[in-house]
């Protein structure tokens, strides 16, 4: 699986779009890009993946660069509830289906 | 109550003793994980299994063993626990049917090894 590059940490005014960055220049044709997020402690939960088109669900966006090599997750209007470490992963559809994460982002949403 | 269920959720336990932490699930996945995660680290593949007769060592296998009873059931091992064991473990299911490939976690177990 292809590797995947975030800044350690960010803050983000309550109420503005947090944008969370994602390098994976490594990734190949069939990996698709997810993001989770992990609250204190708690179990990581899922946000949102894709391919190759922009995807958004009630939590947030996904936009994937068009050479796939970066991606961006935004948050459009942050609360403090937010506040987490965001995992970016890009992962095979083949073999042994396992998630790997990297330390990921740590969102620190600002009152 | 819980789609995935970790027991117990905090356990102090000796170097040396055998401990064994409970992985239930009942979102009907086939597949179940363990993951174990360090302080300001990410989480880490332990064992993972496809199917009742499958098991799979991860990543950081060594001083860890499985047992999975049950589709509903994955249980976490160690055998003789060691100080640097000590860390959150968390289980997680994946169901490969569904089109979205996510997966589920626990609440996690918070081990200390003294």
């Known amino acids: 699986d292809a590797k995947t590059t975030q800044p350690p940490s960010m803050d983000c005014a309550e109420g503005r779009a947090a944008n969370l960055p994602c390098n994976h220049s490594t990734i190949s044709g069939n990996e698709y890009v997810y993001w989770y997020r992990q609250i204190h402690s708690q179990g990581p939960q899922y946000i949102i993946h894709?391919?190759?088109n922009n995807e958004t669900n009630e939590m947030a966006s996904l936009i994937i660069t068009e050479d796939r090599k970066s991606s961006t997750l935004i948050l459009p209007h942050a609360t403090l509830r937010d506040t987490a470490v965001y995992y970016c992963?890009?992962?095979?559809?083949?073999?042994?289906?396992?998630?790997?994460f990297g330390t990921g982002t740590r969102l620190t949403v600002i009152p | 109550d819980a789609d995935v269920t970790q027991t117990p959720r905090n356990r102090i336990t000796k170097t040396g003793k055998r401990i064994m932490l409970e992985c239930s699930q009942t979102k009907g996945h086939d597949r179940m994980y363990w993951y174990r995660q360090d302080p300001g680290l990410g989480l880490r593949l332990i064992y993972y299994?496809?199917?009742?007769?499958?098991?799979n060592k991860g990543e950081i296998s060594d001083g860890y063993s499985v047992s999975r009873q049950a589709q509903a059931k994955f249980s976490l091992s160690l055998e003789s626990a060691i100080p640097n064991q000590t860390a959150l473990y968390f289980c997680a299911t994946s169901d490969p049917g569904t089109e979205v490939w996510g997966y589920t976690f626990g609440s996690g177990t918070r081990l200390t090894v003294v």
């Open positions: 894709g391919l190759k």
């Open positions: 299994s496809f199917d009742v007769k499958d098991i």
């Open positions: 992963i890009v992962r095979d559809q083949t073999g042994a289906n396992n998630l790997f």
